[in-house]
């Protein structure tokens, strides 16, 4: 095999995370302002507030108690600030009142040395003290929505037009949808670019207009967002943020992300937004509050070293990695999860460690993957059957022990319960994790354990007419690699060509660790009389993308198998099998099978796209409430009805757009409920197998 070094360099990318903040008498934020100084103002319903060492404090309590409707940065550092029909004057610490006007202030503009007032009823233009006016107009079109000034141009935006002022008289003209070729819908918020072209959002999403006759909205540029657009603020390097109602979408070069609750900003609705020039923060105001999304350069190896101290944080319960469960979305209120699949994850997680290992030499690397063989060898023992592996164990104390559960068993040989209905899931993990560790990390009293337990599971599933067989002398349901089902029996055609994987792998990992040639003697059996590999050569079953849990078994048995396989026919045809899975499944953009497939493959076909997924992978790995449907830009599939499935999204949103789930889980789900998290081996398996096979270099 042609192993692909280094590949793709590890640069410094940008890397974000969410900040909330506290001391708000009133979390529904109306406006937000940033000033030259980096002074973060928020009008409240119930007032102003101020940002200070990350919490907010009100300003001027007793004398601005009402809902604030705008505010602007005026010369010398002063703030105006609107409530109700009063325009307020802040510079420092005081406070003064500037002027009353005749209707409802909704919003105000500093440009040409003046000061623009919109109020429900009138456009204002007075002097920079709001004493001398030199523009006093009533609106037409119904009550005033929006302003935008600059040095060249102003416009108003009412209910029904789009308004300028016109002449020496300071006359209005009015466009109208009906009578121009502005789009439909009615406007919501105006500004003006560097360049001076307007940016309406409306309530059928972003609008470009050159202040002549062309419009530019989604239907000729897809990057511009089709949701209603609220507020559109820049900063200095060229990317534009969208309030809208599906979060912040923040477009930079050519290219729309979205910043979504609740992983994000508080509520989809976003009011306002401020940012910084350079771009390395934004603040979203909404009904539930404000946050700060925070943008710093980072490496990959960095990540994984956050990623590192993460797991050992909040994922590992008595050697076993797992996702945790928790109350609410606070970290520290929860507990690592007792799950079905403990040794599979456990499994992964010993992987990438010995991958990493292998890579660094990092001793700190090693006792973490021993740690979790340790807990995977528990495992093969305390069932008291040989050969047969619990689910899972729980000890006194844990969640659920003693409750009656019938799939769970008091062990013989430990103080503990273990849980059975082992499946083919758990084998898979045990062989890759256990297969992996032997060959890169192992010392030969580790080696001769890894033996014992690996040969027994072998011997149980080939005594047992390759099956697991549970306590109960009964079959468990899905661990079946026998020849008898998978080649004859339909009921088993989803699993025909993934469980022929599987079984080659277990066969060659076992005479791999034990040179015993009874294993070869089996391996060379499935492989002409049984026709496992003619199997396994379509084992992919073309789904509409609903069943993930065997993609995720697919790619860790093929891995497996390829390590060691050495016969080039047999290879190929488990590459055709490769190929022919990962060319359905690219599309999700998943790094794991990226890797894989490029480590085994030599190519790079999407490579890029699979680095690209473990830039977007948050720190921030909690299942969060996501509703993503929301959106207007998505593309819907419709093939999952063949299968009496939900319709679900034709393209994976980005990982940072969505919930992160295991590999096993599905990337089109557009929507998502909130509860628990994952662990970082979603992030630390491709990378260190990256890492391991060239794929990924560090500087």
């Not at 406007?187 to 940016?199: E, K, M, P, Q, T």
């Amino acid at each position: 095999m042609e192993n692909i070094a280094g590949t793709y360099k590890s640069n410094k990318f940008i890397s974000r995370e969410k900040k909330l903040f506290t001391g708000l008498a009133c979390e529904k934020v109306n406006k937000l302002l940033l000033d030259a100084d980096g002074r973060l103002f928020a009008g409240t319903a119930q007032g102003l507030f101020t940002l200070k060492n990350e919490a907010f404090t009100p300003l001027f309590a007793n004398r601005l108690k009402g809902g604030i409707s705008a505010l602007a940065a005026l010369p010398e550092g002063t703030v105006a600030a609107a409530s109700g029909n009063d325009i307020y004057f802040i510079k420092g610490s005081s406070l003064k009142k500037a002027r009353t006007f005749e209707s409802e202030i909704v919003d105000i503009a500093y440009a040409r040395e003046h000061v623009w007032v919109l109020t429900k009823q009138k456009l204002i233009c007075s002097d920079a003290e709001l004493k001398n006016d030199i523009t006093d107009n009533f609106l037409e079109g119904g009550e005033g929505v929006a302003l935008a000034v600059d040095e060249n141009n102003m416009y108003a935006a009412t209910e029904s037009y789009l308004s300028l002022i016109h002449g020496k008289r300071n006359e209005w003209k009015n466009i109208m949808p009906g009578f121009s070729n502005m789009p439909e819908g009615k406007i919501l918020s105006l500004a003006f670019d560097s360049l001076g072209y307007l940016r309406a959002g409306t309530e059928n999403g972003a609008v470009i207009y050159d202040n002549a006759s062309c419009w530019i909205d989604s239907s000729c540029v897809a990057a511009l967002p089709k949701n209603p657009v609220y507020k559109t603020v820049f900063d200095a390097c060229g990317g534009v943020y969208f309030a809208t109602n599906a979060g912040v979408a923040y477009l930079k070069n050519g290219r729309t992300k979205y910043f979504s609750a609740d992983r994000w900003v508080p509520d989809n609705k976003i009011n306002d937004i401020a940012v910084a020039p350079d771009g390395s923060v934004f603040y979203a105001a909404t009904d539930k509050g404000v946050s700060a999304v925070v943008s710093t350069y980072i490496t990959l190896a960095r990540k994984a070293e956050i990623f590192d101290d993460r797991i050992e944080k909040y994922h590992i319960r008595r050697g076993f990695t797992a996702s945790r469960s928790i109350n609410g979305y606070d970290m520290n209120n929860g507990c690592v999860d007792i799950s079905d699949n403990d040794g599979l994850w456990t499994g992964c997680y010993v992987a990438s460690q010995s991958f990493r290992y292998a890579c660094t030499g990092s001793k700190e690397a090693l006792e973490k993957a021993r740690r979790g063989m340790k807990a995977m060898l528990l495992l093969t023992k305390v069932t008291g059957i040989p050969g047969f592996t619990a689910r899972a164990v729980r000890y006194k104390g844990d969640e659920g022990y003693g409750n009656g559960d019938k799939e769970w068993h008091l062990s013989p040989v430990e103080n503990c319960e273990w849980k059975g209905e082992t499946s083919s899931d758990e084998m898979t993990g045990h062989y890759f994790g256990f297969s992996i560790y032997y060959d890169l990390c192992a010392n030969e009293k580790e080696k001769k354990e890894i033996r014992k337990a690996l040969c027994a599971i072998t011997d149980h599933i080939v005594e047992n007419n390759y099956r697991l067989v549970d306590v109960d002398g009964k079959p468990t349901t899905w661990a079946c690699w026998a020849p008898d089902a998978l080649n004859y029996d339909e009921r088993w055609f989803a699993e025909r060509g993934v469980n022929s994987l599987e079984l080659l792998g277990f066969l060659k990992v076992s005479y791999h660790i034990s040179q015993n040639e009874k294993y070869k003697k089996l391996y060379d059996e499935f492989v002409t009389r049984h026709r496992y590999p003619l199997n396994l050569m379509h084992h992919k079953v073309k789904d509409a993308h609903t069943c993930h849990i065997d993609d995720n078994l697919a790619f860790l048995a093929t891995l497996t198998l390829l390590r060691l396989e050495e016969n080039e026919t047999l290879r190929s045809m488990v590459m055709c099998a490769l190929e022919d899975h990962w060319q359905y499944e690219r599309t999700e953009r998943q790094p794991l099978f990226c890797v894989i497939h490029a480590a085994m493959t030599g190519r790079d076909d999407d490579i890029g796209e699979g680095l690209a997924s473990l830039r977007e992978i948050p720190f921030d790995l909690i299942h969060y409430k996501a509703e993503n449907s929301l959106r207007r830009d998505l593309i819907w599939d419709t093939e999952q009805e063949e299968w009496y499935e939900e319709p679900q999204l034709k393209y994976a949103l980005p990982y940072d757009e969505r919930n992160v789930h295991r590999p096993d889980g599905s990337a089109f789900r557009a929507d998502s409920a909130a509860g628990g998290a994952a662990d970082p081996t979603i992030f630390l398996l491709p990378y260190w197998i990256g890492r391991y096979y060239g794929i990924i270099a560090e500087d």
